[in-house]
């Protein structure tokens, strides 16, 4: 009978999580249970308002389904915009209310109102990947909902879940909107992920990825005031008709950072990278039928104070002339704003067709989603749409180039290649000043390797716009590709005195001189990037693996220290804590990895940090132990919930070796080399074991593995782990090692 009363179905299944309840019953009990009745009925209402079905409650947490994702995803809106009406009006005394929630759509099997299958596991996955005020959304329900989706939405990227084991694309969405502490949480917690078991590659590898990714996109910025930053927000789209909403409002956005760009001395910065400024501009764009209104607003980030702000009133057909009015209009305020001689804006000639401009802005959207054939398709189609309505149009094959490029990078087929030059080299025949073309076609032939090429064109780039900074520091990492490094040096010279106060140029080349060994020069150029912008976390982490790569420990420490102060972060508190370690300053170390285990009290790698601290403080021999038994308990239950991960294999073998079980530790690592057996984190787990073994001739070869890969002497030397190596008997395997590097 009870299989007869069960039946399989779509659905699209939500789960919800208060935010600190669990603290919130730690410190006031009662509060706790008036605030959860509060939370229940905010919740059930919009549920049941939207043609929900609550499934249970578990506690704090609720379950519910929906017969639609679009249905789930208005009450998810609806939800958080009642709780934050909720908390203003509250005593700022109390806790805030504030939910995260998860949803995913797909197939489920109804047994009376239970719901069985992966869809369960997937959508309760979700809710803890949100931020506070936050819903987390699959790529299924993003799909059914992204053309009426209003909220601000952030795309995650391929999410791996635990106990799951497909990876689901997932999307952020956030009623009250995605701020920089939002952007910063996903890369921080992306980098969490991706983080190596050791401490000192993973220090080096970590920040040189940051500044590589930073010097093209530059994230998590707060300018100070000794330059004329302007920070632009994306343009809210206030559109009630279906389809045109986000394309439409980012061309507009888009259109004002292009003109506004050209001003002298003034440095445009992007919000949705997570970058803030003295001065912020914002907007909104309309449109009901014909009818286009467009309203911005210009402000002081400090107390808020309204510099200016209009409307401007037309048809759809007269976007060109309203676009260029609206950016006449904030021109001229900055440049009363930052007493500068005023500023008229080319006029915006991109195509004669409003229709074609269209067609060219829903192509930058597929374009900006995450590459995938569709995308790319997409993308093609309609950056093709855009030319059968002007042939001419040189940004529509622009476009086609990078959706070709975006092709050949999937499927590595020649034909896609040829495609995206020819279109690149059609658009810059339509306009030779395209700037936008000139970086495009450079850097397809600069990741072909076709180093001439790429310095050609980049070059005739930077001939037509002297001050376009992005194309002059794309032309000298090329130089730097080819080994010809006076002469890229030569070019950020000459931006740096072109433009100095625009801080890209002093990120691109504090990275030029990084990865060619010069870090005090490279120390410098980032401690003018801070003295434009005050408070940039990464620049201060540039500082901090600079010193590091000069075996400055305590210098590292003192940077990175307050890079973690502006931005605190388990991660950030822990590569601290790894400098302090290297310093030999143990009770510094001890005191940044508590930091990182406060905030994430079930991380077995923090534990394995303090147990490695203590280890050295004299009289600490049960601190440290009793860590060591918390890095092995915990590693047993990651290896029960995922025993293909390498990683907890190592935390325990390292811990069961310090712990006196060498046996244990060495059959633990015979299962762990089955899953992965040359990496680093291997090396040096066998390397430890070995000389708590006191084997010489297992450290004789684990040395040696370690020193062809990313480790150095210095880095294997300034491992308290590792003093023995500076016994004299080992001293042959360094001087082979250095003798091998000069020849």
């Not at 106990?163 to 999307?171: A, T």
């Not at 991706?194 to 300018?223: D, E, M, N, Q």
């Not at 500023?343 to 900006?368: C, I, M």
């Amino acid at each position: 009978m009870a299989a007869a009363d069960s039946h399989h179905c779509e659905q699209t299944l939500m789960f919800t999580d208060i935010v600190g309840y669990s603290r919130l019953m730690g410190r006031n009990e009662a509060m706790a249970i008036d605030m959860l009745g509060d939370y229940r009925q905010i919740l059930l209402f919009h549920i049941e308002g939207q043609g929900g079905q609550l499934v249970e409650c578990i506690g704090d947490a609720i379950f519910a389904r929906f017969d639609s994702a679009a249905q789930a995803a208005a009450a998810a809106i609806a939800i958080q915009q009642h709780l934050q009406a909720f908390n203003e009006p509250g005593d700022k005394k109390l806790p805030r209310l504030q939910t995260r929630i998860g949803l995913h759509k797909g197939e489920v099997t109804l047994r009376d109102n239970a719901v069985f299958g992966d869809t369960v596991n997937i959508a309760a996955r979700l809710e803890p990947l949100a931020v506070a005020d936050g819903i987390c959304i699959s790529q299924t329900v993003y799909d059914d909902i992204r053309l009426s989706l209003s909220a601000p939405a952030k795309y995650l990227g391929v999410q791996t879940l635990k106990n799951i084991e497909q990876k689901i694309r997932v999307y952020l969405i956030k009623p009250a909107g995605i701020n920089w502490r939002d952007h910063l949480h996903y890369f921080l917690r992306g980098l969490t992920k991706k983080i190596i078991t050791y401490r000192y590659p993973l220090t080096a590898c970590l920040f040189v990825f940051i500044a590589a990714g930073f010097y093209f996109v530059p994230r998590w910025l707060v300018p100070g005031y000794t330059a004329n930053y302007v920070e632009i927000a994306d343009f809210q789209n206030l559109m009630n008709e279906k389809g045109d909403a986000d394309y439409f409002s980012a061309g507009i956005t888009e259109a004002v950072r292009s003109q506004l760009a050209d001003m002298r001395d003034v440095y445009i910065v992007d919000t949705k990278e997570g970058i803030h400024a003295p001065i912020r501009l914002e907007g909104s764009v309309q449109r009901l039928g014909d009818n286009l209104r467009i309203a911005y607003r210009l402000f002081r980030r400090k107390d808020n104070v309204q510099i200016a702000g209009g409307k401007l009133d037309g048809t759809y057909q007269d976007i060109f002339i309203l676009q260029d009015r609206l950016v006449g209009e904030i021109a001229r305020y900055l440049a009363d704003e930052f007493d500068l001689q005023n500023f008229r804006p080319a006029p915006l000639r991109l195509t004669g067709s409003v229709t074609a401009y269209d067609y060219y802005l829903q192509g930058l959207e597929y374009l900006h989603l995450p590459a995938s054939h569709k995308t790319a398709d997409e993308a093609i189609q309609s950056f093709t749409s855009a030319l059968i309505h002007d042939k001419q149009f040189s940004l529509a094959n622009a476009g086609l180039c990078s959706a070709y490029w975006k092709k050949y990078e999937i499927t590595n087929s020649a034909s896609w290649l040829n495609n995206a030059e020819n279109h690149c080299l059609l658009a810059l025949e339509q306009d030779n000043r395209s700037s936008i073309a000139y970086r495009a076609i450079g850097a397809i032939y600069r990741d072909t390797g076709n180093f001439e090429k790429a310095i050609e064109y980049l070059s005739r780039g930077l001939r037509v716009d002297p001050k376009d900074i992005l194309t002059a520091i794309d032309l000298a990492m090329t130089y730097n590709f080819i080994n010809d490094k006076p002469l890229a040096e030569s070019i950020y010279i000459a931006a740096i005195k072109s433009a100095p106060k625009n801080w890209r140029v002093y990120d691109g080349y504090g990275y030029f001189l990084t990865l060619n060994g010069r870090y005090e020069e490279a120390i410098e150029n980032y401690k003018k990037v801070i003295s434009l912008t005050s408070s940039n976390v990464v620049a201060l982490n540039n500082i901090g693996i600079n010193y590091f790569y000069k075996s400055q420990y305590s210098d590292a420490a003192e940077y990175f220290e307050r890079a973690s102060s502006i931005e605190p972060s388990s991660v950030t508190f822990a590569n601290t804590g790894n400098m302090y370690y290297s310093a030999g300053n143990f009770q510094m170390a001890i005191r940044m990895y508590e930091k990182s285990h406060r905030l994430e009290p079930e991380n077995y790698q923090w534990m394995a940090y303090l147990a490695d601290a203590y280890k050295f403080i004299p009289n600490e021999k049960s601190k440290s132990d009793e860590y060591f038994k918390l890095t092995a308990d915990f590693a047993r239950k990651e290896i029960a919930l995922n025993p293909e991960l390498p990683r907890a294999y190592h935390y325990l073998a390292r811990s069961l070796a310090c712990l006196g079980d060498l046996d244990g530790a060495r059959k633990v690592m015979q299962v762990a080399d089955t899953l992965e057996t040359n990496s680093t984190d291997s090396i040096y787990t066998h390397l430890r074991i070995a000389i708590l073994e006191e084997n010489d001739d297992k450290i004789v070869k684990y040395v040696r593995y370690l020193l062809d890969t990313e480790y150095s002497d210095k880095l294997i030397w300034s491992d308290p782990d590792f003093s023995v190596l500076k016994d004299s008997r080992f001293e042959y395997l360094f001087f082979n090692k250095l003798m091998i590097r000069e020849d």
